[in-house]
């Protein structure tokens, strides 16, 4: 009896089997079926992929690697001006021939370091007293860096102050004081924040300020905290 049992088994395997590749079967016909119907749109929809995956690298090889190296040349050369003292060459944009950091913002404004140059741009700008244009070139920078992030918050507080809008100046050193990771830039922007807080009679605000160095940042701070706070109950 076990052996007929045994038997029976393979024969009901057997069948099941067969079924099985008769399922392929009617699967692959159907697939060249689907293939043979829909070959022209297919190799349309293939050509497009291949196309755009082509496209995507040749752009990066051929236009967006060579602009890289031309931003970084341009850079470059601002900076070594820059270094000497020369900041109106720095600044250049004036001439195709010097196009210093705004040229090279200009120019390059999609790339990482055309952006940086709007930064080292606004910065100049700054320093000439034209807290507006530096601002507006200031606020084109972005950078996956927090640090830089928050810098750029605080330089754009500094243009803003200049064109005696201190309350948006707090606001930005506030943003500057959340932008970063790195203990000492949180603690030099909420300083800083607390003073112009302070300057503005917004007491209570400042002293949310000067608490939050006397809990956090003191190894930095060197007591100063303890007397802002005092000062927010007089001013």
């Not at 950091?101 to 320093?127: Q, R, V």
């Not at 084109?140 to 830089?148: A, G, I, V, W």
């Not at 064109?163 to 203990?183: C, I, V, Y």
């Amino acid at each position: 009896m076990a052996k007929l049992g045994k038997n029976a088994q393979n024969e009901q395997e057997g069948k099941e089997t067969v079924e099985f590749f008769k399922d392929l079967d009617r699967e692959a016909l159907n697939t060249e079926r689907f293939l043979e119907k829909y070959s022209k749109q297919l190799g349309i929809v293939f050509g497009v992929l291949v196309l755009g995956v082509l496209g995507f690298f040749g752009y990066k090889q051929f236009i967006e690697a060579p602009k890289n190296v031309e931003a970084v040349k341009s850079f470059l050369s601002a900076q070594k001006k820059q270094t000497e003292g020369k900041d109106k060459e720095a600044l250049g944009g004036k001439s195709a021939a010097n196009p210093g950091f705004s040229g090279t913002y200009n120019e390059y404004s999609n790339t990482k370091i055309g952006k940086l140059s709007a930064y080292n741009a606004g910065l100049l700008k700054f320093k000439e007293g034209k807290f507006q244009e530096a601002y507006d070139l200031l606020d084109k920078f972005s950078s996956d860096n927090k640090t830089l992030v928050a810098m750029k918050f605080g330089a754009m507080a500094d243009a803003k102050s200049g064109l005696n809008k201190n309350d948006e100046a707090l606001s930005l050193l506030d943003k500057a004081t959340t932008a970063s990771d790195d203990p000492y830039t949180i603690y030099y922007f909420t300083r800083k924040a607390g003073i112009v807080a302070l300057g503005l009679k917004k007491n209570a605000e400042a002293k949310k300020y000067f608490s939050a160095i006397d809990e956090k940042y003191q190894d930095y701070d060197n007591g100063m905290s303890d007397s802002y706070i005092e000062m927010t109950k007089y001013f």
